[in-house]
């Protein structure tokens, strides 16, 4: 989409009739919406006022459109987009050019927002109740402990850090590392901290409700971790962070590694290769290999003659045959019905639990159009490459249309099995008050990138079985949990003060000379995505096609393809015959980062490589840790504590009553005519 497009008015037309109630109750919310935008307003007062305009309408509102249709408009008002009824009486929208967007100004609106989405959770009566819970007394070995046992007391460490800071060079180095003393505890369900009793689950979760936005699972792989301080009694919690299955498509990080077709082509045409055609040949016959069949050819939809040649012919019932069977996913699958199939019964055969997900409607759908991208990739291979290949045929199958089709479609399945074992996003990352002031996220961010946290994760997935290539195969499929590169984003735009010249030399845990541990910066997102629309609006746009003549066709079951949630929205937005394209542009542009921690990063992630070369030693991953904690002593501590404002600001965290700590959990106070008189009086 170009600029100009983007900063245009584009008219808004739900499919209301004409002389309605609800077209007139969409003008008269534009122009309301209009006049408050006129107004200037911002913060939680500017939000309030956007509820209270949208419940005028939508309080006895049963129009599935209409509801759909104002929310959507007060979430684009939300983003500061003008609207207008024009002298037609039509409402238009135009997005806030990205020059006039104070930049500053802009980070404490995101921010504002997201403090908005996190104080509604909290007023919930089951995060309240375990807020309070955590933070209740209760005897463990003797000694009365809460969730305040592991935060640690500015006043104390500042006084510390003063003392510390009173000597020079080395010795400096050495007391501070008596005052702060850094190590990794992974998070699981089932362990308990072995000071305080608590659940190391409910320690992580409650220090991750002081974080600007909400607090929400997320789907597929997840490894969450604290950073503890050994240096303290109870040993008291720096900061948390944890890791996630990466989002699939990102264009900066595809380019930077490689991924990007073109940039692949491009790579290939300059450097045709033997090893380039063995790769192509290996990745399509693993691909066929990892298909279940069975039923096909019990139905017979092709015969092992077809695998072995096949024909434009076979390929075009496959094709009919898979997208028949798309649809009757959409049309007949129940949300309830496909999540409680993918549970397995651990007494019962686990090849017979994949040979029923296989055969569902939706992986007969994925297996056949599958089936056609690789025999189609076969057939064209085996007419300009001989075996074994060689550079010159490599380089005749690239000049050729179909050759280069080919070569995409195989390059999108090589990262399609790499992308989700291979890879994490940092999905948290970040230090505690009172840790936070002395670049206490530097160390946690480095930390999530260490040997250690990389053992973890390949450990705790060491016998995974892929729910995707499991349920394609009919039969377990474990790919190896090799983690080489982790990627995250800045909140804002503006860049992360966090990762920013965040780099160790590699060789200070294992690594080769001259190498470095670091947090690129990769470029900026195409401010694409979901996050400007309020869950209010991804109700309404659900019920919205849920109601339509296709019924539900979204049913956030894993394998149905990349985020249910875009889907979802576009579906409602289409229903709603919006431009979906112009309003799934957010504008919040964030700064792309990645961390890749192999030497052959491109080969590997492409199964070019059968072993990573990690930049740094896996032998020894807790001196790694150690060794991490020391650089981030040398390179960031000892100089951060030469300022009186710093440490000054350390020691306003108290855990006196009544308490004043950033690491506390603050309660938004709820409207309802209780009396809240104890309610600082917990600890």
């Given at each position: 989409m170009s600029r100009q497009a983007q900063n245009n008015w584009v008219v808004l037309s739900p499919p209301l009739p004409e002389r309605s109630h609800a077209k007139k109750a969409f003008r008269a919310h534009a122009a309301s919406l209009s006049k408050l935008l006129s107004e200037e307003g911002d913060g939680e007062n500017f939000d309030e006022a956007l509820k209270r305009l949208l419940r005028v309408y939508t309080e006895d509102e049963h129009d599935a459109a209409l509801r759909a249709a104002l929310c959507v408009l007060t979430d684009l008002a939300r983003q500061r987009w003008s609207i207008r009824v024009n002298e037609e009486r039509g409402v238009e929208v135009k997005r806030p050019a990205e020059n006039q967007l104070d930049p500053l100004r802009e980070k404490a609106r995101i921010r504002a927002q997201e403090l908005i989405k996190r104080d509604e959770q909290l007023r919930e009566p089951a995060a309240r109740r375990f807020i309070k819970g955590m933070e209740q007394k209760s005897f463990h070995n003797g000694n009365?402990?809460?969730?305040?046992?592991?935060?640690?007391?500015?006043?104390?460490?500042?006084?510390?850090?003063?003392?510390?800071?009173?000597?020079?060079?080395?010795?400096?180095?050495?007391?501070?590392?008596?005052?702060?003393?850094?190590?990794?505890?992974?998070?699981?369900?089932?362990?308990?901290?072995?000071?305080?009793?608590?659940?190391?689950?409910?320690?992580?979760?409650?220090?991750?409700?002081?974080?600007?936005?909400?607090?929400t699972a997320t789907p597929g792989r997840s490894m969450a971790f604290l950073i503890r301080d050994r240096a303290r009694e109870y040993h008291p919690v720096i900061?948390?962070?944890?890791?996630?299955?990466?989002?699939?498509?990102?264009?900066?990080?595809?380019?930077?590694?490689?991924?990007?077709?073109?940039?692949?082509?491009?790579?290939?045409?300059?450097?045709?290769?033997?090893?380039?055609?063995?790769?192509?040949?290996?990745?399509?016959?693993?691909?066929?290999?990892?298909?279940?069949?069975?039923?096909?050819?019990?139905e017979e939809l092709l015969s092992p003659l077809d695998l072995r040649t096949p024909t434009p012919e076979v390929l075009r019932y496959l094709s009919a045959f898979g997208e028949n069977q798309r649809e009757l996913h959409h049309r007949l699958a129940s949300s309830k019905d496909l999540k409680r199939s993918t549970k397995r019964d651990d007494t019962g055969s686990t090849d017979a639990h994949w040979k029923a997900r296989a055969r569902t409607h939706l992986y007969r759908s994925k297996r056949a159009l599958s089936?056609?991208?690789?025999?189609?990739?076969?057939?064209?291979?085996q007419q300009h490459?001989?075996?074994?290949?060689?550079?010159?045929?490599?380089?005749?199958?690239?000049?050729?249309?179909?050759?280069?089709?080919?070569?995409?479609?195989?390059?999108?399945?090589?990262?399609?099995?790499?992308?989700?074992?291979?890879?994490?996003?940092?999905?948290?990352?970040?230090?505690?008050?009172?840790?936070?002031?002395?670049?206490?996220?530097?160390?946690?961010?480095?930390?999530?990138?260490?040997?250690?946290?990389?053992?973890?994760?390949?450990n705790k997935y060491l016998e995974q079985e892929s729910e995707i290539a499991s349920s394609m195969?009919?039969?377990?499929?474990?790919?190896?949990?090799?983690?080489?590169?982790?990627?995250?984003?800045?909140?804002?735009?503006?860049?992360?003060?966090?990762?920013?010249?965040?780099?160790?030399?590699?060789?200070?845990?294992?690594?080769?000379?001259?190498?470095?541990?670091?947090?690129?910066?990769?470029?900026?997102?195409?401010?694409y995505g979901t996050s400007q629309f309020s869950s209010d609006t991804v109700r309404a746009l659900v019920s919205l096609v849920q109601q339509s003549s296709n019924g539900q066709r979204v049913n956030s079951i894993f394998g149905e393809g990349v985020?249910?949630?875009?889907?979802?929205?576009?579906?409602?937005?289409d229903a709603l015959k919006l431009p979906t394209d112009v309003l799934l542009q957010h504008g919040r542009q964030r700064i792309v980062y990645g961390v890749p921690v192999v030497r052959n990063l491109r080969e590997f992630l492409l199964g070019m490589d059968?072993?990573?070369?990690?930049?740094?030693?896996?032998?020894?991953?807790?001196?790694?840790?150690?060794?991490?904690?020391?650089?981030?002593?040398?390179?960031?501590?000892?100089?951060?504590?030469?300022?009186?404002?710093?440490?000054?600001?350390?020691?306003?965290?108290?855990?006196?009553?009544?308490?004043?700590?950033?690491?506390?959990?603050?309660?938004?106070?709820?409207?309802?005519?209780?009396a809240t008189l104890f309610e600082d009086f917990t600890y």
């Open positions: 009365l402990v809460s969730i305040y046992s592991v935060i640690r007391d500015g006043r104390e460490l500042a006084e510390a850090l003063r003392a510390a800071r009173a000597l020079k060079g080395e010795d400096r180095v050495r007391a501070l590392r008596k005052v702060i003393n850094p190590y990794l505890q992974f998070v699981d369900g089932a362990e308990y901290c072995e000071h305080t009793g608590l659940r190391l689950q409910d320690i992580w979760r409650y220090f991750r409700h002081t974080w600007t936005n909400q607090y900061g948390i962070g944890s890791l996630g299955s990466p989002i699939v498509q990102i264009r900066e990080r595809d380019a930077w590694i490689g991924w990007q077709p073109e940039a692949f082509l491009e790579f290939a045409s300059e450097s045709p290769s033997a090893e380039l055609g063995i790769w192509l040949h290996k990745t399509v016959e693993t691909a066929i290999g990892e298909i279940y069949l069975d039923d096909f050819f019990e089936l056609v991208d690789m025999l189609r990739s076969r057939m064209v291979l490459l001989s075996s074994p290949p060689t550079a010159e045929e490599v380089r005749a199958l690239l000049d050729t249309s179909d050759g280069r089709r080919i070569v995409k479609n195989i390059l999108r399945k090589a990262k399609a099995d790499r992308v989700g074992i291979a890879m994490a996003d940092i999905t948290v990352c970040g230090s505690v008050a009172p840790y936070n002031l002395i670049l206490g996220g530097k160390l946690v961010s480095m930390l999530a990138a260490s040997p250690e946290v990389v053992t973890a994760y390949r195969a009919g039969r377990p499929i474990i790919r190896r949990s090799e983690l080489v590169f982790l990627g995250t984003t800045s909140l804002y735009g503006i860049g992360s003060s966090q990762y920013n010249r965040l780099r160790m030399p590699a060789e200070r845990i294992g690594g080769k000379k001259g190498e470095q541990l670091a947090f690129l910066e990769l470029g900026k997102s195409d401010a985020s249910p949630k875009l889907r979802k929205i576009r579906d409602g937005l059968d072993e990573p070369e990690y930049c740094f030693d896996m032998n020894e991953p807790e001196r790694s840790t150690e060794e991490i904690g020391r650089w981030w002593t040398e390179r960031w501590l000892r100089n951060r504590i030469e300022s009186d404002d710093v440490l000054a600001r350390v020691e306003q965290h108290t855990l006196v009553r009544p308490i004043r700590h950033g690491a506390r959990v603050v309660l938004p106070n709820i409207d309802d005519g209780q």
